[in-house]
């Protein structure tokens, strides 16, 4: 898409004052978290990940293989895994991603001050805006970049979470930064090379940070693949060049977590090791259909709690959620009956974002559906899988307007001529 010299002048203004407000508020979250746990972010697993982060600086990065003692020193006894002498606490689900992170932080910023350990989420949050809103600026002009960009930092899950010291807040930052590069490489064919690398790297770097992801980056491609198609999807994917790019990000996800089955194969001493760990932790996680507590619960109940229930709404999506949707709901209404009443005809196409929509519905909850005791368990942090939904709904929206606003504007200067 052309975009004028102007338009880019005012979407660099918005982008600065917009990454400047976000900026000075996460300032503001560091300053009262300070060196304590962020409560919004699952300090369950940031207790387990600074712990861990300070075993590698301190014993050593090889010593388990890169792998990570959460229980490791004094620090906030009372969050995350305890100490048990007869249960070992070196991790081996989650890939160490994060671990790897705050070692880092810890190499470059010093040890000691946990706050230090929040500026490379932060960053990696501002970043992710600038390229969202650039990207999305590129696809689809300035009016939807303004929408989309500001949209994403509205909810209040984006603050919850942003900071996390675990995966959630970079996670969010790279979903953020794939989402508007594969609109851009969807829309005008960017199926080349250096595009598949780059999505093939993505992909790593979020599966080294986590696993409940695995959906989300997996099957993320496949909602812009039906915004804008013009042929059918299994003919799209059948082209080489088009598939072996849409999964490259399931891909780099699946060989970091083969690089983490490796490590466990070390750390275990053998194969039969590692994978009598992994197997028992994922038949847990999906067959396992009661809470810790013993208290049973269903996929459609959790999937309800997330919509339904006030708590889980206020901290992950308020009610901007149920807004957009409203919004989806009139424009599918709104060109019902401007193609009936003004066109007699079928001219304003929704086909293809409806369908995107219903698919992005899916995706969000196919974790719960595939994990339902992790989701279970964890409905403190899974609500955020729905930014996929939120985003797509708002970009289907912003869509369908505009093409109602050409095809509106091409028909009235028709009738000019």
Not at 24 to 49: I, R
Not at 123 to 148: Q, R
Not at 188 to 204: A, E, N, P, Q, V
Request: proline share 4%; hydrophobic share 50%; charged share 15%.
């Amino acid at each position: 898409m052309k975009c004028s010299h102007k338009d880019l002048y005012k979407f660099l203004i918005f982008i600065s004052v917009l990454i400047g407000i976000v900026a000075t508020t996460e300032l503001k979250l560091l300053k009262a978290v300070g060196d304590n746990l962020c409560q919004t972010a699952d300090p369950f697993s940031e207790a387990n990940s600074i712990r861990g982060s300070e075993y590698l600086f301190e014993k050593g990065f090889f010593r388990t293989y890169g792998l990570a003692d959460i229980a490791y020193g004094n620090k906030f006894p009372d969050n995350g895994v305890k100490k048990n002498p007869d249960r070992p606490s070196i991790y081996t689900h989650y890939p160490p991603g994060p671990e790897w992170l705050g070692y880092l932080n810890f190499k470059l910023l010093g040890h000691g001050s946990i706050h230090k350990l929040r500026y490379t989420p932060m960053l990696l949050s501002l970043l992710a805006l600038a390229i969202f809103g650039y990207f999305m600026f590129l696809t689809e002009g300035l009016y939807v970049s303004v929408v989309m960009t500001t949209l994403v930092c509205l909810v209040p899950t984006y603050w919850n979470m942003v900071l996390g010291l675990h995966a959630q807040g970079n996670a969010l930052s790279l979903l953020l930064i794939m989402f508007a590069l594969l609109a851009y490489a969807v829309k005008f064919g960017k199926y080349d090379r250096g595009y598949r690398y780059l999505f093939l790297s993505l992909g790593f770097l979020q599966g080294w940070l986590s696993f409940d992801y695995f959906f989300l980056v997996a099957l993320l491609p496949v909602p812009f693949l039906l915004l804008y198609r013009n042929v059918p999807l299994i003919c799209l994917i059948k082209k080489n060049s088009v598939s072996s790019t849409v999964f490259a990000p399931g891909l780099g996800f699946m060989i970091a977590h083969a690089a983490h089955f490796l490590q466990n194969i070390l750390y275990f001493g053998g194969i039969s090791g590692a994978f009598a760990d992994m197997f028992k932790a994922a038949h847990k996680r999906s067959i396992g259909e009661t809470l810790d507590s013993g208290m049973a619960f269903s996929r459609i109940k959790v999937i309800a709690h997330y919509f339904v229930d006030l708590p889980y709404r206020r901290a992950f999506f308020g009610y901007y959620l149920l807004g957009v949707l409203l919004v989806f709901f009139l424009c599918i209404i709104t060109v019902v009956m401007i193609n009936k009443m003004y066109f007699k005809q079928s001219v304003i196409k929704l086909e293809n974002e409806v369908i995107a929509v219903a698919a992005s519905f899916i995706i969000s909850n196919a974790w719960i559906i595939a994990m339902i005791q992790h989701a279970g368990v964890h409905q403190h942090y899974v609500p955020r899988h729905y930014y996929l939904f939120y985003l797509i709904v708002i970009f289907a929206c912003c869509l369908t307007i505009k093409q109602m606003l050409n095809i509106i504007q091409q028909t009235l200067s028709q009738r000019h001529q």
